[in-house]
Nanobody
Framework: QVQLVESGGGLVQAGGSLRLSCVAS????????MGWFRQAPGKEREFVSS???????YYADSVKGRFTISRDISKNTVYLQMNSLKPEDTAAYYC??????????????????WGQGTQVTVSS
């Protein structure tokens, strides 16, 4: 079992930055692909970014060049640095984990563990 707790969300003006954190417990993240998804009201949950257990990083086209995912295995923590935020980035952001993922997966159903989410609101 893996427990995930997100933090770092909040209200920010367009063009601003936020850093989300996801602390994992129960298992070491070194064996998991760790991902971030987001869900805006009335919309489906969508892939934002992931870092594979091998260290490879992947991004949705909508955030490429603005968001950076990273991990600190010693702290069992994954981060999502979000820069140049736009109102359309407003959503609840969820941390997720998938054990020894062998191919990049972009759908929520492919991930086994989820955090409770943290709200990000970007004002125009």
């Amino acid at each position: 079992q893996v427990q995930l707790v997100e933090s770092g969300g909040g209200l920010v003006q367009a063009g601003g930055s936020l850093r989300l954190s996801c602390v994992a417990s129960g298992r070491t993240i070194s064996s998991y692909t760790m991902g971030w998804f987001r869900q805006a009201p009335g919309k489906e949950r969508e892939f934002v970014s992931s870092v594979s257990w091998r260290g490879g990083t992947y991004y949705a086209d909508s955030v490429k060049g603005r968001f950076t995912i990273s991990r600190d295995i010693s702290k069992n923590t994954v981060y999502l640095q979000m820069n140049s935020l736009k109102p359309e980035d407003t959503a609840a952001y969820y941390c997720t984990a998938d054990f020894l993922q062998t191919v990049v997966k972009y759908t929520p159903g492919a991930y086994e563990y989820w955090g409770q989410g943290t709200q990000v609101t970007v004002s125009s």
